[in-house]
Protein backbone atom coordinates (compact mmCIF):
# COMPACT_ATOMS: atom_id res chain seq x y z
CA UNK A 1 0.00 0.00 0.00
CA UNK A 2 0.99 3.20 -1.06
CA UNK A 3 2.10 6.31 1.78
CA UNK A 4 -0.14 9.22 1.20
CA UNK A 5 1.05 12.20 -1.21
CA UNK A 6 1.98 14.47 0.64
CA UNK A 7 0.34 17.92 -0.11
CA UNK A 8 2.92 20.43 -2.33
CA UNK A 9 3.50 23.73 -1.27
CA UNK A 10 1.47 26.08 -3.56
CA UNK A 11 4.13 27.94 -5.87
CA UNK A 12 5.39 31.52 -5.25
CA UNK A 13 3.87 33.40 -7.60
CA UNK A 14 5.60 36.65 -8.64
CA UNK A 15 4.89 40.07 -7.48
CA UNK A 16 2.71 42.18 -10.14
CA UNK A 17 4.20 44.72 -11.83
CA UNK A 18 3.09 48.06 -13.60
CA UNK A 19 2.84 47.62 -17.44
CA UNK A 20 2.40 50.72 -19.73
CA UNK A 21 -0.47 51.92 -20.53
CA UNK A 22 -1.13 52.05 -24.12
CA UNK A 23 -4.04 54.83 -23.62
CA UNK A 24 -3.70 57.84 -21.15
CA UNK A 25 -7.41 57.81 -19.95
CA UNK A 26 -6.74 53.85 -18.45
CA UNK A 27 -3.91 54.62 -16.26
CA UNK A 28 -6.29 55.11 -13.29
CA UNK A 29 -7.93 51.98 -14.15
CA UNK A 30 -4.78 50.20 -14.70
CA UNK A 31 -3.50 51.06 -10.88
CA UNK A 32 -6.63 50.35 -9.43
CA UNK A 33 -6.54 46.59 -10.69
CA UNK A 34 -3.19 46.23 -9.79
CA UNK A 35 -3.56 47.53 -6.35
CA UNK A 36 -6.76 44.61 -6.24
CA UNK A 37 -4.73 41.98 -7.58
CA UNK A 38 -1.76 42.70 -5.38
CA UNK A 39 -3.86 42.81 -2.03
CA UNK A 40 -5.69 39.65 -3.17
CA UNK A 41 -1.99 38.28 -3.03
CA UNK A 42 -1.41 39.46 0.48
CA UNK A 43 -4.49 37.95 1.77
CA UNK A 44 -4.06 34.90 3.75
CA UNK A 45 -5.68 31.99 1.19
CA UNK A 46 -3.43 34.13 -1.46
CA UNK A 47 -4.41 33.28 -5.02
CA UNK A 48 -4.70 30.19 -7.15
CA UNK A 49 -2.26 29.78 -10.10
CA UNK A 50 -5.17 29.58 -11.78
CA UNK A 51 -6.35 32.81 -10.79
CA UNK A 52 -3.61 34.33 -10.84
CA UNK A 53 -2.93 33.75 -14.53
CA UNK A 54 -6.73 34.24 -14.88
CA UNK A 55 -5.90 38.27 -13.33
CA UNK A 56 -2.41 38.36 -15.62
CA UNK A 57 -3.90 38.10 -18.83
CA UNK A 58 -7.05 40.05 -17.93
CA UNK A 59 -4.11 42.90 -17.15
CA UNK A 60 -1.81 42.49 -20.31
CA UNK A 61 -5.62 43.64 -22.65
CA UNK A 62 -6.20 45.92 -20.19
CA UNK A 63 -2.60 47.50 -20.34
CA UNK A 64 -3.30 47.01 -24.17
CA UNK A 65 -6.08 48.33 -25.12
CA UNK A 66 -6.16 51.07 -27.63
CA UNK A 67 -9.72 52.89 -26.68
CA UNK A 68 -10.70 54.64 -23.20
CA UNK A 69 -12.43 51.96 -20.79
CA UNK A 70 -14.99 54.17 -19.07
CA UNK A 71 -18.04 51.60 -17.81
CA UNK A 72 -17.98 48.69 -16.65
CA UNK A 73 -19.62 47.37 -20.32
CA UNK A 74 -16.19 48.32 -21.85
CA UNK A 75 -14.13 46.64 -19.37
CA UNK A 76 -16.03 44.18 -19.74
CA UNK A 77 -15.30 43.47 -22.87
CA UNK A 78 -11.39 43.46 -22.57
CA UNK A 79 -10.36 39.91 -23.43
CA UNK A 80 -10.13 37.64 -20.24
CA UNK A 81 -12.66 39.67 -18.13
CA UNK A 82 -15.13 37.23 -16.42
CA UNK A 83 -17.78 38.16 -14.49
CA UNK A 84 -15.84 37.55 -10.96
CA UNK A 85 -13.42 40.45 -12.33
CA UNK A 86 -16.11 42.55 -13.29
CA UNK A 87 -17.49 42.67 -10.11
CA UNK A 88 -14.23 43.25 -8.44
CA UNK A 89 -13.99 46.24 -10.36
CA UNK A 90 -17.50 47.63 -10.00
CA UNK A 91 -16.12 50.05 -7.51
CA UNK A 92 -13.85 51.62 -10.13
CA UNK A 93 -16.83 52.58 -11.98
CA UNK A 94 -19.55 53.25 -9.56
CA UNK A 95 -20.25 56.83 -10.66
CA UNK A 96 -19.74 55.92 -14.82
CA UNK A 97 -23.01 56.98 -15.84
CA UNK A 98 -23.44 54.01 -17.99
CA UNK A 99 -25.43 51.01 -17.87
CA UNK A 100 -23.31 48.12 -16.08
CA UNK A 101 -23.32 44.02 -17.20
CA UNK A 102 -25.68 42.51 -14.66
CA UNK A 103 -24.63 38.88 -12.85
CA UNK A 104 -26.35 35.55 -14.33
CA UNK A 105 -29.96 35.34 -13.53
CA UNK A 106 -29.84 38.35 -11.89
CA UNK A 107 -33.05 40.42 -13.24
CA UNK A 108 -32.27 44.47 -14.55
CA UNK A 109 -34.76 47.41 -14.93
CA UNK A 110 -33.81 47.42 -18.49
CA UNK A 111 -31.12 49.52 -20.48
CA UNK A 112 -29.68 53.31 -19.08
CA UNK A 113 -29.13 55.54 -21.90
CA UNK A 114 -25.51 56.27 -22.76
CA UNK A 115 -24.20 59.52 -21.36
CA UNK A 116 -20.51 60.73 -21.99
CA UNK A 117 -18.62 61.54 -18.87
CA UNK A 118 -17.85 65.44 -18.33
CA UNK A 119 -15.45 67.15 -19.90
CA UNK A 120 -14.57 63.57 -22.42
CA UNK A 121 -14.50 64.44 -26.25
CA UNK A 122 -18.06 62.76 -26.67
CA UNK A 123 -19.31 65.43 -23.88
CA UNK A 124 -17.87 68.48 -25.96
CA UNK A 125 -18.65 67.31 -29.50
CA UNK A 126 -22.39 67.02 -28.42
CA UNK A 127 -23.19 70.04 -27.37
CA UNK A 128 -21.25 71.90 -29.85
CA UNK A 129 -23.60 70.13 -32.04
CA UNK A 130 -26.68 70.73 -30.19
CA UNK A 131 -25.70 74.99 -29.88
CA UNK A 132 -25.13 74.29 -33.82
CA UNK A 133 -28.78 72.94 -33.56
CA UNK A 134 -30.06 76.04 -31.56
CA UNK A 135 -28.71 78.15 -33.96
CA UNK A 136 -29.89 77.04 -36.96
CA UNK A 137 -27.28 74.91 -38.38
CA UNK A 138 -28.54 71.32 -39.09
CA UNK A 139 -25.30 69.44 -39.07
CA UNK A 140 -21.74 69.89 -39.54
CA UNK A 141 -18.70 68.78 -41.57
CA UNK A 142 -15.76 67.00 -40.09
CA UNK A 143 -13.08 69.70 -39.62
CA UNK A 144 -15.36 71.89 -39.03
CA UNK A 145 -16.84 70.14 -35.93
CA UNK A 146 -13.51 69.11 -34.22
CA UNK A 147 -12.81 73.23 -34.73
CA UNK A 148 -15.71 74.32 -33.00
CA UNK A 149 -15.76 71.36 -30.16
CA UNK A 150 -11.78 72.66 -29.66
CA UNK A 151 -12.40 75.94 -29.15
CA UNK A 152 -15.32 75.17 -27.17
CA UNK A 153 -13.42 74.76 -24.16
CA UNK A 154 -15.30 71.69 -23.12
CA UNK A 155 -13.10 68.49 -23.63
CA UNK A 156 -9.58 68.14 -21.23
CA UNK A 157 -8.32 66.72 -24.41
CA UNK A 158 -6.97 66.98 -27.98
CA UNK A 159 -10.42 65.95 -30.43
CA UNK A 160 -8.21 66.61 -33.73
CA UNK A 161 -5.00 64.75 -34.38
CA UNK A 162 -1.30 66.63 -33.99
CA UNK A 163 -0.72 67.05 -37.22
CA UNK A 164 3.32 67.57 -36.51
CA UNK A 165 3.37 64.60 -35.70
CA UNK A 166 1.24 62.81 -37.38
CA UNK A 167 4.07 61.11 -39.76
CA UNK A 168 6.08 59.04 -37.25
CA UNK A 169 3.23 58.63 -34.53
CA UNK A 170 1.66 54.80 -34.47
CA UNK A 171 -0.16 52.86 -31.53
CA UNK A 172 -1.65 54.84 -29.01
CA UNK A 173 -0.44 58.40 -30.51
CA UNK A 174 -3.11 58.10 -33.51
CA UNK A 175 -5.99 57.87 -30.48
CA UNK A 176 -7.85 61.07 -31.12
CA UNK A 177 -11.01 62.24 -29.52
CA UNK A 178 -12.64 62.17 -32.59
CA UNK A 179 -12.64 58.65 -32.22
CA UNK A 180 -15.41 58.64 -30.29
CA UNK A 181 -17.47 59.47 -32.98
CA UNK A 182 -17.93 55.74 -33.96
CA UNK A 183 -19.58 55.16 -30.44
CA UNK A 184 -21.83 58.19 -30.56
CA UNK A 185 -23.17 56.62 -34.06
CA UNK A 186 -23.53 53.39 -32.70
CA UNK A 187 -25.51 54.91 -29.78
CA UNK A 188 -27.76 56.14 -32.06
CA UNK A 189 -26.76 59.96 -30.94
CA UNK A 190 -25.16 61.42 -34.02
CA UNK A 191 -26.33 60.31 -37.55
CA UNK A 192 -22.96 59.96 -40.21
CA UNK A 193 -24.69 60.84 -43.66
CA UNK A 194 -22.90 61.81 -47.32
CA UNK A 195 -19.56 62.73 -48.41
CA UNK A 196 -17.89 64.61 -47.34
CA UNK A 197 -19.40 63.43 -44.38
CA UNK A 198 -22.07 65.73 -42.69
CA UNK A 199 -22.48 65.00 -39.12
CA UNK A 200 -25.94 66.05 -37.27
CA UNK A 201 -27.66 65.05 -33.82
CA UNK A 202 -30.67 62.98 -33.70
CA UNK A 203 -33.62 63.17 -31.37
CA UNK A 204 -32.19 61.25 -28.78
CA UNK A 205 -28.69 62.77 -28.93
CA UNK A 206 -31.00 66.01 -28.72
CA UNK A 207 -31.96 65.00 -25.33
CA UNK A 208 -28.83 63.88 -24.46
CA UNK A 209 -26.68 66.68 -25.36
CA UNK A 210 -29.07 68.62 -22.96
CA UNK A 211 -28.48 66.16 -20.08
CA UNK A 212 -24.81 67.21 -20.69
CA UNK A 213 -25.26 70.82 -20.50
CA UNK A 214 -27.77 70.46 -17.01
CA UNK A 215 -24.55 68.64 -15.39
CA UNK A 216 -22.07 70.97 -16.28
CA UNK A 217 -24.56 73.78 -15.08
CA UNK A 218 -24.25 75.71 -18.89
CA UNK A 219 -27.78 74.51 -19.54
CA UNK A 220 -28.89 76.33 -22.40
CA UNK A 221 -31.50 73.49 -23.36
CA UNK A 222 -34.51 75.80 -23.25
CA UNK A 223 -32.72 78.02 -25.95
CA UNK A 224 -31.65 81.89 -25.69
CA UNK A 225 -32.35 83.60 -21.97
CA UNK A 226 -31.24 86.60 -21.05
CA UNK A 227 -27.96 87.09 -19.18
CA UNK A 228 -28.05 88.26 -15.47
CA UNK A 229 -25.47 89.96 -14.08
CA UNK A 230 -26.92 90.38 -10.19
CA UNK A 231 -27.30 88.24 -7.44
CA UNK A 232 -30.46 86.21 -7.83
CA UNK A 233 -31.06 86.95 -3.99
CA UNK A 234 -33.05 89.85 -3.88
CA UNK A 235 -32.16 91.37 -6.89
CA UNK A 236 -34.67 93.81 -8.93
CA UNK A 237 -36.09 92.58 -11.97
CA UNK A 238 -34.47 95.94 -13.60
CA UNK A 239 -30.96 94.59 -12.74
CA UNK A 240 -31.30 91.97 -15.66
CA UNK A 241 -29.83 92.62 -18.60
CA UNK A 242 -30.69 91.48 -22.08
CA UNK A 243 -27.70 90.73 -24.92
CA UNK A 244 -28.11 90.87 -27.89
CA UNK A 245 -28.16 87.47 -29.79
CA UNK A 246 -24.08 87.57 -31.48
CA UNK A 247 -21.98 88.37 -28.60
CA UNK A 248 -19.34 86.49 -27.35
CA UNK A 249 -19.98 82.78 -27.02
CA UNK A 250 -18.88 81.04 -24.06
CA UNK A 251 -17.87 84.33 -21.66
CA UNK A 252 -20.03 82.92 -19.22
CA UNK A 253 -21.30 85.18 -15.79
CA UNK A 254 -21.25 82.18 -12.86
CA UNK A 255 -19.55 81.85 -9.41
CA UNK A 256 -17.22 78.75 -10.34
CA UNK A 257 -13.62 77.89 -11.12
CA UNK A 258 -15.06 74.84 -13.13
CA UNK A 259 -17.46 72.60 -13.67
CA UNK A 260 -20.40 72.63 -10.79
CA UNK A 261 -19.66 69.73 -8.73
CA UNK A 262 -16.41 70.83 -7.66
CA UNK A 263 -16.08 71.71 -3.76
CA UNK A 264 -14.11 75.49 -4.31
CA UNK A 265 -16.81 77.25 -6.04
CA UNK A 266 -18.23 79.59 -3.62
CA UNK A 267 -17.24 82.72 -3.58
CA UNK A 268 -14.95 82.20 -6.73
CA UNK A 269 -14.02 84.73 -9.21
CA UNK A 270 -16.02 85.42 -12.49
CA UNK A 271 -15.30 83.10 -14.82
CA UNK A 272 -14.46 82.62 -19.01
CA UNK A 273 -14.80 79.57 -20.27
CA UNK A 274 -14.38 78.03 -23.57
CA UNK A 275 -14.64 81.50 -25.97
CA UNK A 276 -15.54 80.42 -29.23
CA UNK A 277 -16.88 81.24 -32.57
CA UNK A 278 -19.34 79.77 -34.61
CA UNK A 279 -17.62 78.10 -37.87
CA UNK A 280 -20.75 78.26 -39.52
CA UNK A 281 -20.85 82.17 -39.56
CA UNK A 282 -17.41 83.70 -38.46
CA UNK A 283 -19.48 87.10 -37.90
CA UNK A 284 -22.01 85.46 -35.41
CA UNK A 285 -21.47 84.71 -31.32
CA UNK A 286 -23.52 84.03 -28.44
CA UNK A 287 -23.41 83.70 -25.22
CA UNK A 288 -24.65 80.19 -23.32
CA UNK A 289 -27.24 81.04 -20.84
CA UNK A 290 -26.62 80.85 -17.54
CA UNK A 291 -28.30 79.22 -14.52
CA UNK A 292 -29.37 81.21 -11.54
CA UNK A 293 -27.84 79.95 -8.75
CA UNK A 294 -24.86 80.62 -10.53
CA UNK A 295 -25.37 84.10 -11.04
CA UNK A 296 -23.46 86.76 -8.26
CA UNK A 297 -22.20 90.20 -7.63
CA UNK A 298 -18.77 90.91 -8.63
CA UNK A 299 -18.34 93.59 -6.24
CA UNK A 300 -19.17 91.09 -3.13
CA UNK A 301 -18.55 87.77 -4.10
CA UNK A 302 -19.44 86.38 -0.84
CA UNK A 303 -22.02 88.77 0.09
CA UNK A 304 -25.63 87.24 -0.96
CA UNK A 305 -28.05 89.69 -1.69
CA UNK A 306 -26.33 92.46 -2.50
CA UNK A 307 -28.17 94.71 -5.24
CA UNK A 308 -25.21 96.20 -6.86
CA UNK A 309 -23.15 94.47 -9.67
CA UNK A 310 -20.59 95.01 -12.08
CA UNK A 311 -19.33 92.79 -14.95
CA UNK A 312 -15.99 93.23 -16.46
CA UNK A 313 -13.64 95.98 -16.59
CA UNK A 314 -14.83 98.69 -19.39
CA UNK A 315 -13.29 101.71 -20.61
CA UNK A 316 -14.75 104.92 -20.44
CA UNK A 317 -18.39 105.31 -22.31
CA UNK A 318 -19.96 108.58 -23.25
CA UNK A 319 -23.63 108.37 -23.60
CA UNK A 320 -25.46 106.53 -26.39
CA UNK A 321 -21.80 105.52 -27.58
CA UNK A 322 -21.01 102.53 -29.39
CA UNK A 323 -17.70 100.40 -28.29
CA UNK A 324 -16.39 100.08 -31.89
CA UNK A 325 -17.43 103.62 -33.41
CA UNK A 326 -15.37 104.67 -29.57
CA UNK A 327 -12.43 102.23 -29.81
CA UNK A 328 -10.27 100.26 -32.09
CA UNK A 329 -9.41 96.94 -30.21
CA UNK A 330 -5.38 96.04 -30.80
CA UNK A 331 -4.27 92.37 -29.60
CA UNK A 332 -1.01 92.82 -27.74
CA UNK A 333 2.11 90.22 -28.14
CA UNK A 334 4.85 90.49 -25.69
CA UNK A 335 8.08 90.51 -27.90
CA UNK A 336 9.36 87.73 -25.53
CA UNK A 337 6.92 85.15 -26.96
CA UNK A 338 9.06 82.36 -28.26
CA UNK A 339 7.43 81.45 -31.39
CA UNK A 340 10.93 81.05 -33.08
CA UNK A 341 11.37 82.50 -36.56
CA UNK A 342 8.27 82.31 -37.21
CA UNK A 343 7.10 84.78 -34.67
CA UNK A 344 6.76 88.00 -36.78
CA UNK A 345 4.66 85.87 -39.25
CA UNK A 346 2.59 84.68 -37.08
CA UNK A 347 1.74 88.14 -35.59
CA UNK A 348 1.06 88.68 -39.54
CA UNK A 349 -1.03 86.53 -39.74
CA UNK A 350 -3.41 86.43 -36.88
CA UNK A 351 -3.78 89.99 -37.72
CA UNK A 352 -4.75 89.12 -41.95
CA UNK A 353 -7.28 86.58 -39.97
CA UNK A 354 -9.03 88.67 -37.68
CA UNK A 355 -8.45 92.02 -39.31
CA UNK A 356 -7.48 93.53 -36.17
CA UNK A 357 -4.39 95.32 -35.35
CA UNK A 358 -1.58 93.09 -33.73
CA UNK A 359 1.40 94.63 -32.08
CA UNK A 360 4.00 93.50 -30.55
CA UNK A 361 5.58 95.45 -27.71
CA UNK A 362 7.64 94.27 -24.31
CA UNK A 363 4.42 93.87 -21.81
CA UNK A 364 5.24 93.32 -17.91
CA UNK A 365 3.19 90.85 -17.42
CA UNK A 366 1.66 87.86 -19.65
CA UNK A 367 2.62 87.17 -23.14
CA UNK A 368 -0.55 88.58 -24.15
CA UNK A 369 -3.22 91.46 -23.84
CA UNK A 370 -6.07 93.33 -25.51
CA UNK A 371 -6.11 97.49 -25.81
CA UNK A 372 -9.09 99.51 -26.85
CA UNK A 373 -7.41 102.58 -28.70
CA UNK A 374 -9.91 105.86 -28.58
CA UNK A 375 -10.37 106.68 -32.14
CA UNK A 376 -9.82 110.37 -31.45
CA UNK A 377 -7.41 111.03 -28.62
CA UNK A 378 -5.77 107.26 -29.44
CA UNK A 379 -6.00 106.64 -25.29
CA UNK A 380 -4.90 102.68 -24.81
CA UNK A 381 -7.28 101.21 -22.04
CA UNK A 382 -6.58 97.83 -20.84
CA UNK A 383 -9.68 95.45 -21.26
CA UNK A 384 -10.13 92.66 -18.63
CA UNK A 385 -8.05 89.81 -20.39
CA UNK A 386 -4.58 88.22 -20.20
CA UNK A 387 -3.01 85.57 -21.90
CA UNK A 388 -0.17 83.54 -20.49
CA UNK A 389 1.11 80.88 -22.98
CA UNK A 390 3.64 77.72 -22.08
CA UNK A 391 4.78 75.20 -23.96
CA UNK A 392 4.43 71.69 -22.19
CA UNK A 393 8.45 71.12 -21.82
CA UNK A 394 8.93 74.88 -20.65
CA UNK A 395 6.18 74.36 -18.02
CA UNK A 396 7.64 71.12 -16.91
CA UNK A 397 11.08 73.27 -16.41
CA UNK A 398 9.46 76.28 -14.92
CA UNK A 399 7.73 73.64 -12.02
CA UNK A 400 10.99 72.45 -11.34
CA UNK A 401 12.95 76.27 -10.49
CA UNK A 402 9.38 77.41 -9.17
CA UNK A 403 9.41 79.84 -12.00
CA UNK A 404 5.34 78.32 -12.42
CA UNK A 405 4.09 79.70 -8.93
CA UNK A 406 6.13 82.85 -9.39
CA UNK A 407 4.44 84.11 -13.08
CA UNK A 408 0.82 82.66 -11.74
CA UNK A 409 1.39 85.21 -8.77
CA UNK A 410 2.14 88.08 -10.89
CA UNK A 411 -0.63 87.26 -13.16
CA UNK A 412 -3.08 87.41 -9.96
CA UNK A 413 -1.53 90.65 -9.20
CA UNK A 414 -1.96 92.12 -12.21
CA UNK A 415 -5.30 93.97 -11.72
CA UNK A 416 -7.03 92.17 -15.10
CA UNK A 417 -10.13 89.93 -13.80
CA UNK A 418 -9.58 87.22 -16.54
CA UNK A 419 -6.47 84.88 -16.38
CA UNK A 420 -6.59 82.52 -19.63
CA UNK A 421 -3.74 80.11 -18.70
CA UNK A 422 -2.46 78.37 -22.49
CA UNK A 423 -1.10 74.71 -22.55
CA UNK A 424 0.72 74.59 -25.92
CA UNK A 425 1.91 71.15 -27.22
CA UNK A 426 0.94 67.05 -26.60
CA UNK A 427 0.27 66.52 -22.94
CA UNK A 428 -0.55 62.84 -23.31
CA UNK A 429 3.00 61.90 -22.36
CA UNK A 430 3.78 64.98 -20.12
CA UNK A 431 5.24 64.18 -16.46
CA UNK A 432 2.31 64.13 -13.88
CA UNK A 433 3.25 67.26 -12.25
CA UNK A 434 2.45 68.90 -15.48
CA UNK A 435 -1.12 67.20 -15.63
CA UNK A 436 -1.62 68.18 -12.08
CA UNK A 437 -0.07 71.96 -12.67
CA UNK A 438 -2.92 72.22 -15.38
CA UNK A 439 -5.42 70.99 -12.91
CA UNK A 440 -4.58 73.17 -9.99
CA UNK A 441 -4.47 76.28 -12.12
CA UNK A 442 -8.12 76.05 -13.17
CA UNK A 443 -9.34 74.06 -10.18
CA UNK A 444 -7.58 76.16 -7.07
CA UNK A 445 -6.31 79.49 -9.54
CA UNK A 446 -9.33 80.04 -10.93
CA UNK A 447 -7.57 80.73 -14.30
CA UNK A 448 -9.42 79.26 -17.90
CA UNK A 449 -6.89 76.98 -18.88
CA UNK A 450 -6.83 76.07 -22.80
CA UNK A 451 -5.06 73.61 -24.55
CA UNK A 452 -3.68 73.37 -28.19
CA UNK A 453 -1.93 70.95 -30.14
CA UNK A 454 0.65 73.50 -31.26
CA UNK A 455 1.74 76.52 -32.50
CA UNK A 456 -0.99 76.80 -35.52
CA UNK A 457 -3.59 75.62 -33.25
CA UNK A 458 -2.22 78.64 -30.45
CA UNK A 459 -2.49 81.00 -33.69
CA UNK A 460 -6.29 79.78 -34.39
CA UNK A 461 -7.28 80.02 -30.79
CA UNK A 462 -5.71 83.85 -30.27
CA UNK A 463 -8.24 84.67 -33.26
CA UNK A 464 -11.41 82.78 -31.58
CA UNK A 465 -10.42 85.02 -28.17
CA UNK A 466 -9.96 87.90 -29.84
CA UNK A 467 -12.96 88.31 -32.23
CA UNK A 468 -15.00 86.81 -28.89
CA UNK A 469 -13.83 89.70 -26.21
CA UNK A 470 -14.46 91.97 -29.55
CA UNK A 471 -17.95 91.06 -29.63
CA UNK A 472 -18.32 90.93 -25.71
CA UNK A 473 -17.30 94.60 -25.29
CA UNK A 474 -19.55 95.31 -28.12
CA UNK A 475 -22.78 94.07 -26.91
CA UNK A 476 -22.09 95.19 -23.58
CA UNK A 477 -20.25 97.98 -23.45
CA UNK A 478 -23.17 100.66 -23.46
CA UNK A 479 -25.52 99.28 -20.75
CA UNK A 480 -22.75 97.63 -18.30
CA UNK A 481 -20.23 100.27 -18.60
CA UNK A 482 -19.89 101.98 -14.45
CA UNK A 483 -17.54 104.80 -13.62
CA UNK A 484 -16.66 102.71 -11.00
CA UNK A 485 -15.21 99.98 -12.93
CA UNK A 486 -12.95 100.97 -15.52
CA UNK A 487 -10.20 99.59 -17.53
CA UNK A 488 -6.84 101.09 -16.59
CA UNK A 489 -4.53 102.69 -19.09
CA UNK A 490 -2.27 100.76 -20.75
CA UNK A 491 0.94 103.41 -18.48
CA UNK A 492 -1.57 102.84 -15.55
CA UNK A 493 -1.54 98.78 -16.00
CA UNK A 494 2.66 98.92 -16.45
CA UNK A 495 3.03 101.75 -13.84
CA UNK A 496 1.27 98.53 -11.22
CA UNK A 497 2.83 96.04 -12.32
CA UNK A 498 6.28 97.47 -12.49
CA UNK A 499 5.25 98.64 -8.21
CA UNK A 500 4.17 94.96 -7.86
CA UNK A 501 7.89 93.92 -8.81
CA UNK A 502 9.59 96.48 -6.84
CA UNK A 503 7.74 94.48 -3.55
CA UNK A 504 8.96 91.17 -4.45
CA UNK A 505 12.03 88.96 -3.96
CA UNK A 506 13.16 87.12 -6.88
CA UNK A 507 12.73 83.57 -6.77
CA UNK A 508 10.37 83.95 -3.41
CA UNK A 509 7.64 82.21 -3.93
CA UNK A 510 4.68 82.49 -2.11
CA UNK A 511 5.39 79.57 -0.41
CA UNK A 512 9.07 80.57 0.59
CA UNK A 513 7.56 83.86 1.82
CA UNK A 514 4.83 82.19 4.84
CA UNK A 515 7.98 79.38 5.30
CA UNK A 516 10.01 82.20 6.46
CA UNK A 517 7.40 84.16 8.33
CA UNK A 518 6.82 81.30 10.21
CA UNK A 519 10.36 81.03 10.92
CA UNK A 520 10.90 84.88 11.64
CA UNK A 521 7.58 86.32 12.30
CA UNK A 522 9.30 90.10 12.33
CA UNK A 523 12.11 91.39 10.14
CA UNK A 524 13.97 92.28 13.14
CA UNK A 525 14.20 88.68 14.28
CA UNK A 526 15.63 88.04 10.77
CA UNK A 527 18.24 90.97 10.90
CA UNK A 528 18.89 89.36 14.72
CA UNK A 529 19.52 85.81 13.07
CA UNK A 530 21.78 87.56 10.22
CA UNK A 531 23.69 89.79 12.51
CA UNK A 532 24.94 86.18 14.80
CA UNK A 533 26.20 84.69 11.69
CA UNK A 534 27.68 88.53 10.95
CA UNK A 535 31.31 87.51 9.05
CA UNK A 536 30.02 84.58 7.34
CA UNK A 537 28.53 85.81 4.52
CA UNK A 538 28.20 81.92 2.94
CA UNK A 539 26.57 80.90 6.17
CA UNK A 540 23.97 84.24 6.16
CA UNK A 541 22.70 83.37 2.48
CA UNK A 542 22.22 80.22 2.92
CA UNK A 543 20.64 80.27 6.41
CA UNK A 544 17.18 80.17 5.05
CA UNK A 545 17.85 77.45 2.85
CA UNK A 546 15.32 74.17 2.86
CA UNK A 547 12.94 72.63 0.91
CA UNK A 548 10.50 75.26 0.21
CA UNK A 549 13.27 78.28 0.10
CA UNK A 550 15.50 77.09 -2.60
CA UNK A 551 19.24 78.47 -2.58
CA UNK A 552 18.39 81.38 -4.56
CA UNK A 553 15.73 82.56 -2.72
CA UNK A 554 17.84 82.72 0.24
CA UNK A 555 20.60 84.59 -1.36
CA UNK A 556 18.40 87.26 -2.61
CA UNK A 557 16.62 87.53 1.13
CA UNK A 558 19.72 88.00 2.42
CA UNK A 559 20.92 90.66 0.04
CA UNK A 560 17.91 92.43 0.57
CA UNK A 561 18.12 92.79 4.56
CA UNK A 562 21.74 93.32 4.56
CA UNK A 563 22.99 94.54 1.49
CA UNK A 564 25.07 91.88 0.64
CA UNK A 565 27.15 91.29 -2.83
Given amino acids: MRPPASKQPKPALSVPKQLK ?21 QEPDGLSENSYLTIAKANRSLCAAKEPIRTLKDFSKIKGVGQWLIMLMEEFFADSGQDLPSAKGKKTRGPKSYLPRKNSAAYAILITLYRAKME ?29 KAKQSYGKDWYTGWSCMKTLVDKGLVIKRRSPAEYLLTGEGENTARDCLSRSGLDDSAGPRPLMTTSTHNAPAASQVQTPTYCAKGIICCDSDSDSEEPYEENAPFKVKGLT ?34 MLAMPPCQSNEKFLEAYEVVFILDDREKFGTRFRSIAHIIQ ?72 EGDQSNALEGVKTACFTTEILDGFDVQRTSGVADTQKRYGHLTRSIIE ?17 TYDEFKRKCCELEKKTVPQVTEEAALAVTKLYPT ?33 NIFKLFCGGG
Wanted: charged share 25%.
Fill in 352 to 423: SQIHVPVEVRKLPVGDGIWIARHRKDRTEYVLDFIIERKEVSDLDGSIADNRYRDQKFRLKRCGLSKVIYLV
Fill in 277 to 310: TDHGRTDAFSIPPISPQRIFDMQSASIMGSTEFN
Fill in 21 to 41: VQHPENEALSRFFLEKWRTMM
Fill in 136 to 164: GKEFMIKQELIDAAEASGLSRDAIGPNKS
Fill in 523 to 555: SFLLAQAYYILDGDTRAQEEMLTSNVVNAGASQ
Fill in 472 to 488: YYDANFSTLAEPSHVCP
